[in-house]
């Protein structure tokens, strides 16, 4: 394998973009990491995604793969030779994995968007509408030690990064997220002892800065 | 394989459950269909898919699967007979995975509200934008079946599977607003498979007849319409 050459088109602050940074670092692959500036994004990246013109972008000895969920997936399917595996072996546990990552991109991403983009009465119900989904979740893991059972795996690599967002949306939305969702917390604790998965999240400092910086560039007060 | 075994909540002109109808034909897996009624959900219904509660939702066992794209990779996984839904190479793989999620969140909502808008401004914009989709995934068809039938080969696959599912409603569109979408003289390759998908024999069993559906239409548009007065 000392001949592929991997490229990941990222923005530090991206949730997306962490996934599959972690997925990259658990499988040891070595990769050039390129920020990319989506107020003037490359030509590389508009080349290389010209669909939906989003990060992360893997780019697999010039091919590229595109959408944070499918990278993923293609790593772990080509580098299978490399443990862990990710994806759960079973058929079943394979879909609930599917499922609640799907759950996460189509439920999560919107709820904190809506807490540092709204006020007032529509911030309260993205609020609402965030600690629901997340408590959800919490009732998904229940008294296991990670989503994926033992060990870290596809669902816990795909709601780990949010918790690099969670300081930001706590301070917008003024409230705790542990006072709602205690066993989340802890288990998100436990996923950042692993190194792939620390050295993959942004710092939530930085994050929080991104967002006061995105709040004034759209007028959001 | 006990029919008891495998049960399918559904309805039969979801073109999300005709997804998961293919996915079980093609590998000639025998399953109970149970019809829903989407304006009186069953108990089964909300207990197996109490998240969304919506159709499609699988069954195995006392295991349910919901989500028509996860259905049809799970049908993929768990069967072995008959030839894999979804490429074998892992790039080609990538490849569909990314054109399913295409269809399905930016292609698949805008035949259903071009053929249920009232106004004429609506209408051009989404339109065209139906028109370039169908361009984009021209490309696409060209890039993914190397020269073959379908976007899966020489069989039926996991993205003519997902595209597919829609070929019924968008010709209900097409009579609706008296335009033709999936023209042959512009989108000349993409209407080539199409012809091709809807002439299979597995898939002649699932899709339903454009009548059948225009008739449903015709009653959801008067349901609509003596609900607004």
Redo the contacts between chains.
């Keep these: 394998m000392g001949d592929e050459v991997v490229v990941l088109l990222d923005s530090y602050c991206s949730m997306f973009g962490m996934r599959v940074r972690i997925a990259l670092a658990e499988k040891g692959i070595e990769y050039e990491y390129r920020e990319e500036n989506l107020g003037n994004k490359s030509s590389l990246l508009l080349e290389m995604n010209p ?1 939906h013109k989003k990060i992360p972008v893997l780019i ?1 000895n010039g ?1 590229p ?3 944070s969920l ?2 993923v ?2 790593i772990d ?2 580098w299978k030779d490399k443990s862990p595996i990710l994806l759960p072996s079973d ?2 546990k ?2 609930q994995a ?2 609640w990552a ?2 996460v991109d189509k439920k999560l991403y919107d709820a904190g968007r809506g807490l540092w983009t709204k006020k007032g009465e529509e911030q309260e119900a993205a609020k609402k509408d965030f600690i629901e989904t997340l408590k ?1 979740l919490e009732g998904e893991l229940g008294d296991k030690s990670y989503f994926g059972g033992d060990s870290f795996g596809f669902l816990d690599l795909a709601l780990i990064t949010f918790y690099s967002w969670f300081h930001a949306y706590e301070t917008c939305g003024n409230f705790s997220i542990e006072d709602h969702c205690p066993k989340l917390i802890a288990w998100a604790k436990r996923c950042m002892q692993k190194e792939s998965v620390s050295k993959s999240l942004a710092d939530p400092n930085k994050v929080y800065d991104f967002v006061l910086f995105l709040k004034k560039k759209y007028n959001v007060e | 394989m006990a029919t008891s075994n495998l049960k399918l909540l559904g309805m039969w002109a979801c073109p999300y459950v005709n997804r998961a109808q293919f996915a079980l034909k093609i590998k000639s897996i025998e399953y109970e269909f149970i019809e829903e009624n989407p304006y009186n959900r069953s108990d089964i219904l909300v207990t197996s898919n109490p ?1 969304y509660k919506k159709i499609p939702v699988l069954i ?1 066992g006392d ?1 349910p ?3 028509s794209l ?2 049809v ?2 049908v993929d ?2 069967w072995a007979t008959g030839p894999s839904t979804l490429p074998s190479d ?2 080609d ?2 490849l569909a ?2 054109w399913a ?2 269809i399905s969140d930016k292609w698949y909502p805008s035949p259903k509200l071009l053929r249920e808008a009232q106004v004429e401004d609506e209408k051009t914009p989404l339109t065209e934008k139906i028109s370039a989709g169908l361009l ?1 995934l021209e490309e696409a068809f060209v890039k993914c079946s190397k020269g073959k039938p379908y976007f899966g080969g020489d069989n039926i696959g996991y993205l003519d599977i997902v595209l597919g599912s829609s070929l019924a409603w968008l010709k209900v569109t097409e009579i609706v607003v008296g335009i033709k979408l999936l023209d042959q003289d512009k989108i000349p390759t993409l209407s080539g498979w199409a012809d091709r998908f809807c002439s299979d024999e597995d898939v002649k069993d699932v899709l339903p007849e454009t009548e059948k559906l225009l008739e449903l239409h015709e009653k959801i548009q008067a349901f609509v319409r003596d609900g607004s007065k």
Excluded: G, M, T
Aim: charged letters at 25%.
């Design positions: 669909v697999h091919k793969i595109c959408e499918i990278i997936q293609y399917e080509v058929p079943y394979r879909a599917r499922f799907d759950f959800l | 998240f195995h295991k699967i919901c989500e996860i259905i990779q799970y996984d768990n892992a790039y793989r990538a995975r990314f999620a295409y984009l």
